[in-house]
């Protein structure tokens, strides 16, 4: 019998490094219930380098908060149709980034959107945590923050 990885498990909202983008942590929102995973994002600009589609834009890692910003640049994967919290289809981007989420480290697809009205400033979604957590929604921040040599 093939011998399974134990999983580690998380709560309801984590914090969350995003070492790729230069964002050292960021509370993020666990949905189960929602497929994709997704980043606020705003100053979102698109180009071209190399002929590969690109994106820069800013993140604000903090809850209800503007300041600080992180400036982020990355390479498009894609583009989808994804549906908004009001039920709303809009066209987003998606990026692939390394998440640390509890010390474990993975690639995961982002797309990006503008989550001013939203309490957690990322939603980390069930294609992201499938096959690598248990969620326990009664427990929150069980993975602790990340630490400055997880997130560089």
């Not at 909202?13 to 929602?34: N, Q, S």
């Not at 149709?81 to 980034?97: D, Q, S, W, Y």
């Not at 989420?101 to 690639?107: N, R």
């Not at 499938?130 to 921040?141: E, L």
Request: proline fraction near 5%; hydrophobic fraction near 35%.
């Amino acid at each position: 019998m093939p011998r399974t990885r134990k999983r580690r498990t998380i709560g309801w909202r984590e914090w969350i490094a995003l070492p790729d983008l230069g964002v050292k942590e960021i509370k993020a929102k666990v949905d189960t219930g929602a497929d994709n995973s997704s980043l606020h994002a705003f100053n979102l600009e698109r180009f071209e380098e190399d002929g590969r589609p690109m994106v820069r834009f800013e993140v604000h890692t903090h809850q209800r908060k503007k300041r600080p910003s992180v400036a982020c640049v990355a390479e498009v994967a894609g583009e989808r149709m994804v549906k908004n919290p009001g039920g709303r289809a809009e066209r987003r981007p998606f990026i692939r980034t390394k998440l640390i989420v509890a010390g474990e480290e993975f690639e995961a697809l982002v797309n990006l959107t503008t989550r001013d009205e939203m309490t957690f400033r990322m939603l980390l979604g069930r294609r992201a945590v499938r096959g690598q957590f248990i969620v326990d929604p009664g427990r929150s921040y069980v993975g602790g923050r990340p630490t400055r040599k997880e997130a560089e």
